[in-house]
């Protein structure tokens, strides 16, 4: 599991971009990107000597990479001459490693005896993103899987001034969702290994989702007051789950107007 998450985090470090926007009439942020996933698999089975088929229980998670956002907080217009430091404020949405459980038994194969099986995953609109794989055969039992992919995914941040007029600073409150597409994975059961000239017309597919298409996670967040005071200009930005801004940044208005 250790060899999984290294290999997630370098994942998010060359892979992630987004192409944020910004609805200045909602004070509404929101962002499309890839998110770094990690898939692990572990697979029991039982009654390989059933005519129909044996039952498959799919247990495992898939690890996502991470999201998060800074508040740029400033008493003066990027471009003039006032010298003052802008305060900066980071915001968890998504911790980097944060897991979604899954525990499947789809339907028997219908496939008897001691079959191969195998197994292949999909992105929600059809698109592979595995070839198959080989979890072995149905009496000698399965090997766990494990695969890092992008997962499509989207953001949308609603950013709010609390308070504007604090001399400790000015808080803020975001509140949204990020939408993750589906993955769904086909179980193959074959009488003969892959690769072999025997006729695999007796093949069965099963169809299993792993992650519904559209499933959301919420936050609610009020970060530590920023130590610019008064009524500052707001600016944003989306960041991975290694804080690494994404996309170019974007200016939200002054406090006491969100």
């Not at 003052?84 to 949405?93: S, T």
């Not at 609109?125 to 992919?149: H, K, M, N």
């Amino acid at each position: 599991m250790m060899h999984l998450k290294t290999y997630l985090f370098r994942f998010i470090s060359i892979s992630l971009i987004t192409m944020p926007s910004v609805l200045l009439a909602d004070v509404e942020v929101t962002g499309n990107m890839p998110m770094p996933a990690a898939l692990y698999m572990e697979s029991t089975i039982d009654a390989c000597d059933n005519s129909t088929g044996p039952y498959i229980t799919m247990a495992g998670d898939i690890s996502l990479g991470g999201l998060g956002g800074t508040l740029r907080f400033s008493n003066n217009v990027r471009g003039t001459h006032v010298h003052e430091e802008d305060v900066i404020v980071a915001v968890e949405f998504l911790k980097n490693g944060e897991a979604i459980q899954f525990n499947k038994q789809p339907s028997r194969g219908g496939v008897g005896g001691n079959p191969w099986i195998y197994a292949q995953f999909f992105h929600d609109d059809g698109q592979p993103i595995s070839d198959e794989i080989l979890l072995g055969r149905c009496v000698q039992g399965l090997s766990p899987t494990a695969l890092a992919f992008a997962l499509a995914s989207s953001a949308k941040v609603n950013v709010s001034g609390a308070s504007c007029s604090g001399k400790g600073g000015t808080e803020m409150r975001l509140t949204g969702d990020m939408k993750l597409s589906g993955v769904s994975a086909n179980l193959i059961f074959r009488n003969n290994e892959k690769g072999t000239h025997e006729h695999s017309e007796d093949d069965v597919t099963v169809n299993v989702v792993i992650l519904p298409d559209g499933d959301s996670i919420s936050f609610d967040k009020r970060p530590p007051q920023g130590g610019a005071g008064g009524n500052p200009h707001v600016y944003f930005q989306f960041t991975d789950g290694n804080n690494a801004g994404m996309g170019s940044e974007m200016y939200l208005g002054r406090c006491n107007k969100l």
